[in-house]
């Protein structure tokens, strides 16, 4: 059995997740956390390369013959601040990208994701007489902004570590502790990233009809962009338009000469994907121009992420070990998230099949109504959702768990003979 000795194991893992959590590290900046995992894979006794697409990891274990699977776990953070609950809590800074200093929290999980695929790959070492293959652990950075898994693939992920025959990937979730969350086909959305900068004429705050004014114009914009889903996308599709971050003027009297925004898109079918990006661009002109801006605006991508779909065969099988292993209730059919990944682009390079899904990280007593729509639940307040200062797993322990579980029980589907 791969999980034999788990149980024994899992103290430890759980110090390793409190030290990644208290270090979180922003995307491509993820050098100490590869040094900490890139040591924890060679004492293991793997192969490990460092530098992978700038920060990546991936070590290989090598066990006799059979087939190659690929397990990934991403290591980057988030700039968030995170709120004290817990003692191990962040309370790392770091300068993102535009140099701006801001506070770091792992506040989307994927420190419980590299913990796991730790546990997963010392359970493999320590069960080698129980399977047979080799197995790539893969730790990317830069997810969040959807770049990593591409460096690396640039960086000749293909070309260095060879040919593999599936890869398989997890993520948490705001769901009940040991329960399981899969879906066939597309399984999370397209995203786009956008910064539009509007430039105005500044001027006093006491004379605004000297100027024009970006502030007025980007808040139009604003605006008029909670139209486009509501009136140019059909009630069958899906589509979100968020503009979650607006940066305009120093001080309160004088009116500056532009305004940035910044915009993220998800779409689950192309051609909504072209309507609503042809809108944003329409509605961002249309705007400026009303506004009598002195130049036109600019939009210009941030980052991107591809659609993720999970090969409908592999999931099923993956399924059917996970209900064999925890039972029916504890593993579930999941709705097309709009939430982004970029993993599925390594079997896509690769041309392998790859089956990605979630775990939940909270204490069941949390969702009264059950864990089969957690979504409802987060929605109601009873846990936080990802990218919430607040997002802290409960229980973790039972978390890592069951993470660590399914990451071998998906893996033995191939490397168990």
Not at 39 to 57: F, N, Q, Y
Not at 137 to 164: I, N, T
Not at 243 to 261: Q, S, Y
Not at 374 to 383: E, I, K, L
């Amino acid at each position: 059995m791969l999980t034999s000795g788990l149980d024994d194991r899992i103290p430890d893992l759980e110090l390793l997740y409190r030290d990644l959590h208290q270090n979180p590290e922003l995307s491509f900046q993820e050098e100490r956390t590869a040094s900490v995992l890139a040591a924890r894979l060679a004492a293991a006794g793997l192969e490990v390369t460092t530098g992978v697409g700038k920060t990546g990891v991936v070590g290989v274990l090598r066990n006799g013959d059979g087939p190659t699977v690929l397990l990934r776990a991403d290591m980057d953070a988030l700039p968030v601040q995170e709120i004290p609950k817990v003692p191990y809590r962040s309370q790392a800074t770091a300068v993102d990208p535009d140099g701006i200093a801001t506070w770091v929290m792992h506040a989307c999980g994927h420190d419980t994701h590299m913990t796991a695929l730790i546990g997963a790959v010392e359970q493999l070492v320590a069960n080698r007489d129980a399977w047979s293959g080799t197995v790539l652990a893969v730790l990317q950075p830069a997810e969040e902004v959807g770049s990593g898994a591409q460096a690396m693939l640039d960086d000749g992920f293909l070309d260095r570590f060879g040919p593999f025959d599936v890869a398989l990937g997890q993520h948490i979730v705001s769901a009940p502790s040991t329960h399981l969350y899969l879906c066939p086909g597309v399984f999370m959305a397209a995203a786009d990233s956008l910064r539009v900068t509007v430039y105005g004429r500044g001027g006093h705050g006491s004379a605004p009809h000297t100027t024009v004014d970006p502030v007025v114009l980007a808040a139009s914009i604003v605006m008029r962009l909670q139209t486009v889903v509501a009136r140019e996308v059909a009630p069958t599709d899906v589509a979100v338009v968020t503009v979650a971050a607006i940066h305009a003027g120093r001080k309160e009297n004088v009116i500056p000469a532009e305004a940035e925004l910044k915009l993220n898109v998800r779409t689950f079918d192309p051609d909504v994907r072209e309507r609503v990006l042809a809108a944003i661009t329409r509605i961002v002109h249309a705007e400026a121009a009303a506004a009598g801006a002195p130049r036109p605006p600019e939009i210009a991508p941030i980052n991107g992420f591809p659609l993720l779909r999970n090969d409908v065969a592999t999931t099923d099988a993956v399924r059917a070990a996970f209900t064999a292993a925890f039972g029916d209730g504890h593993v579930h059919d999941a709705a097309p998230k709009t939430g982004s990944e970029d993993f599925g682009l390594f079997a896509e390079a690769a041309g392998v099949p790859s089956v990605f899904w979630n775990f939940g990280g909270f204490d069941p007593a949390l969702y009264p109504t059950g864990p089969d729509h957690p979504d409802a639940d987060v929605a109601a307040g009873h846990a936080p959702g990802g990218h919430s200062p607040e997002f802290v797993p409960t229980g973790v322990a039972r978390t890592l768990h069951r993470a660590v579980e399914a990451l071998l029980t998906a893996a033995a589907i191939w490397l168990v003979r």
